[in-house]
């Protein structure tokens, strides 16, 4: 489990001890697993939100469709920075701090696509554990491929690509809702998503023999056998202040991976390191916003100006943990 960190994919987010707007991904999700995992959490394991609970009061969710292309932490997300509303799937993290303003961006992933006899399932592209080396490889390979549909690459991380052109300006569904699944349902529609589709074919057949996947199979390792679009679109005017906001993947990776013994102990590192800090601006007067998200919407709570007896109020009518997940997500 990685420790807490601000997706380095969206720059200038705050770090946990800065920032007055907290969001969790993957603190509810549709697994069966999950609410029994939830409740049997020690409470050691969740002291510092138990703690900032009775301070805050809690709004409505925000719900959309599971089948939604755009979780609902990222919607979040998109809200705190100030962003209008966009099309489902156009989200356009990509965008954020590139050249030329206006253009479309989006990200492609190299991953790993496990064959079944009916369908294709995505893994986790964290799990293939790409080199930087086999990344710039096969970069130089398939950029001629791209550039020849409009679509300059770029090298951004050892598995993730910077794309820039025309083609990019579509919905596309996140990572996070495709991982463990099976891919058709969640590849992108419409002439432009014709011509994605076609490039991760033809990037698919050049990935089979190449190389970088020989080398990987001799080694014993899974094959880079296609890619994934996401965080495409054009970036939108936008007012939010994103050095105010911390979104810690914390519970993310053992969430994917329904690996409930690890999700448990996220969360008592997500307490320490993401919910403290919270808490002590919230005592020291800070406003706070704490925004908790499943796969189908996100609750956001948050402190406010209160006299004695509201805040008295509050406290008896704080929400309860983790009952308020279940009830709302």
Not at 1 to 14: C, E, N
Not at 228 to 237: D, E, I, M, N
Request: proline content about 10%; overall charge negative; some cysteine.
């Amino acid at each position: 489990m990685s420790s807490v960190f601000s997706d380095p994919f969206v720059p200038g987010l705050a770090r946990a001890q800065e920032a007055d707007h907290l969001i969790v991904p993957w603190a509810a999700c549709d697994s069966p697993q999950w609410w029994p995992a939830l409740q049997s959490l020690p409470p050691q394991h969740t002291a510092h939100l138990r703690a900032l609970l009775p301070a805050l009061r809690l709004g409505e969710p925000e719900l959309a469709p599971a089948s939604s292309l755009s979780p609902p932490h990222e919607r979040a997300l998109a809200r705190a920075l100030g962003w209008p509303q966009l099309p489902d799937g156009q989200l356009p993290w990509a965008a954020l701090g590139q050249e030329p303003a206006g253009q479309a961006f989006g990200w492609v992933t190299l991953c790993h696509w496990a064959m079944g006899r009916e369908q294709a399932t995505l893994s986790d592209p964290q799990w293939l554990q790409v080199r930087p080396q086999e990344c710039e490889a096969l970069l130089q390979d398939m950029r001629p491929f791209f550039q020849s549909e409009g679509i300059e690459l770029q090298a951004m991380a050892a598995d993730r690509w910077l794309a820039c052109g025309p083609a990019l300006d579509l919905p596309c569904a996140a990572l996070d809702r495709v991982v463990g699944r099976d891919v058709d349902p969640w590849l992108p529609a419409g002439v432009h998503g014709r011509l994605l589709r076609r490039l991760q074919n033809e990037m698919q057949m050049l990935l089979y023999t190449h190389p970088v996947n020989e080398a990987r199979s001799a080694r014993g390792e899974p094959a880079i056998n296609s890619l994934w679009f996401s965080g495409t679109g054009r970036l939108p005017p936008h007012t939010g202040d994103a050095a105010a906001v911390h979104m810690p993947h914390t519970l993310t990776r053992a969430a994917l991976a329904d690996d409930w013994d690890a999700y448990a102990q996220a969360w008592a590192q997500l307490d320490r390191q993401a919910l403290q800090p919270l808490l002590e601006r919230q005592r020291s007067g800070r406003p706070v916003t704490l925004t908790l998200c499943g796969e189908r919407g996100a609750l956001s709570l948050r402190s406010a100006q209160a006299t004695l007896w509201q805040r008295l109020k509050t406290r008896l009518a704080a929400p309860r943990w983790p009952d308020l997940l279940k009830d709302a997500l």
